[in-house]
C-alpha cells in the first residue's frame, strides 16, 4: 500500500512537472512574441508617420510653388523692342519681328490719326469674345487674344513711365492686359503681363476685367 500510494505520488509529481515545464515554455513564448509583434508595430507605426509627413510635406511645397506662380510676377528678361521692329499703317502696327498685327489703341479706344481717343474698356474672358466678333466684322481679318510670348514682346523695359513703346501704343495703361493663354500650372488662371511694372503675371480668372489690345496673324 505504501509504495503503492508513493507510486502514485511520483506519477502525479511527474505529471505536475510536465504540465508546469509545459506551462513555463507557452508562458516564454507569450512573453517573447508579443515583445517582437510590439516592436514590429513601433517600427511600422514610427514608419507610417514619417511617410505621411513626407507626404504633406511635399503637398505643401507644391501649394507654396503654386501658389508663388500666381502670385509673384515673372520677369520678362528681354527688352521686347528692338530697333526697326514696329512698322505703323495708320490703326495697325505691325510687328516685324513676331510677324503679327496689332491695334494701335486698347480696346474701348479709336485711332483719330495722331492718338487714341475714347474710354478704355476693361474686360472678362466672355466680354473679350464679344468684342473680338466686333473687330471681325468692323475691321476684317481674324482678331484674338495674345499669347503670353506675343505680348511680352512689347515690354520696353529701357521704358521709364511705361513699359511699351508710347509712341507705336499710345494711351496704352499701365496696368495689367490679358494673354489668351492659361496658366499650366494654375489652369483656372491666365497669364497677364503688366505695361507697369513690364512683369508677367499668372493669378488672373477669366471672370475678372483686365484692358485688353487684339492681335492676328499676318
Given at each position: 500500500?505504501?509504495?503503492?500510494?508513493?507510486?502514485?505520488?511520483?506519477?502525479?509529481?511527474?505529471?505536475?512537472?510536465?504540465?508546469?515545464?509545459?506551462?513555463?515554455?507557452?508562458?516564454?513564448?507569450?512573453?517573447?512574441?508579443?515583445?517582437?509583434?510590439?516592436?514590429?508595430?513601433?517600427?511600422?507605426?514610427?514608419?507610417?508617420?514619417?511617410?505621411?509627413?513626407?507626404?504633406?510635406?511635399?503637398?505643401?511645397?507644391?501649394?507654396?510653388?503654386?501658389?508663388?506662380?500666381?502670385?509673384?510676377?515673372?520677369?520678362?528678361?528681354?527688352s521686347?523692342?528692338?530697333?526697326?521692329?514696329?512698322?505703323?499703317?495708320?490703326?495697325?502696327?505691325?510687328?516685324?519681328?513676331?510677324?503679327?498685327?496689332?491695334?494701335?489703341?486698347?480696346?474701348?479706344?479709336?485711332?483719330?490719326?495722331?492718338?487714341?481717343?475714347?474710354?478704355?474698356?476693361?474686360?472678362?474672358?466672355?466680354?473679350?469674345?464679344?468684342?473680338?466678333?466686333?473687330?471681325?466684322?468692323?475691321?476684317?481679318g481674324?482678331?484674338?487674344?495674345?499669347?503670353?510670348?506675343?505680348?511680352?514682346?512689347?515690354?520696353?523695359?529701357?521704358?521709364?513711365t511705361?513699359?511699351?513703346?508710347?509712341?507705336?501704343f499710345?494711351?496704352?495703361?499701365?496696368?495689367?492686359?490679358?494673354?489668351?493663354?492659361?496658366?499650366?500650372?494654375?489652369?483656372r488662371?491666365?497669364?497677364?503681363?503688366?505695361?507697369?511694372?513690364?512683369?508677367?503675371?499668372?493669378?488672373?480668372?477669366?471672370?475678372?476685367?483686365?484692358?485688353?489690345?487684339?492681335?492676328?496673324?499676318?
Amino acid at each position: 500500500m505504501f509504495f503503492g500510494r508513493k507510486t502514485k505520488n511520483v506519477k502525479l509529481f511527474s505529471i505536475k512537472r510536465r504540465i508546469g515545464l509545459r506551462c513555463a515554455i507557452f508562458v516564454g513564448y507569450s512573453v517573447i512574441i508579443p515583445h517582437r509583434s510590439i516592436t514590429s508595430y513601433l517600427e511600422a507605426s514610427v514608419l507610417l508617420l514619417f511617410n505621411n509627413i513626407h507626404r504633406r510635406f511635399n503637398v505643401l511645397i507644391r501649394i507654396i510653388f503654386l501658389v508663388s506662380l500666381m502670385l509673384c510676377p515673372v520677369v520678362t528678361v528681354a527688352s521686347g523692342l528692338g530697333k526697326g521692329q514696329f512698322l505703323a499703317r495708320d490703326h495697325l502696327i505691325i510687328d516685324l519681328r513676331s510677324g503679327v498685327e496689332w491695334m494701335r489703341c486698347s480696346v474701348g479706344l479709336q485711332w483719330n490719326g495722331k492718338r487714341c481717343d475714347g474710354k478704355i474698356m476693361r474686360l472678362n474672358h466672355d466680354d473679350v469674345a464679344k468684342a473680338i466678333v466686333i473687330a471681325n466684322e468692323q475691321l476684317g481679318g481674324n482678331w484674338r487674344l495674345p499669347s503670353r510670348k506675343e505680348l511680352e514682346g512689347l515690354v520696353c523695359a529701357a521704358c521709364e513711365t511705361i513699359k511699351i513703346d508710347s509712341e507705336s501704343f499710345p494711351q496704352t495703361v499701365p496696368e495689367p492686359y490679358w494673354t489668351g493663354e492659361v496658366n499650366g500650372f494654375a489652369a483656372r488662371h491666365f497669364w497677364s503681363v503688366n505695361f507697369m511694372t513690364g512683369y508677367t503675371y499668372g493669378r488672373f480668372f477669366p471672370q475678372q476685367q483686365l484692358a485688353v489690345r487684339l492681335v492676328r496673324d499676318r
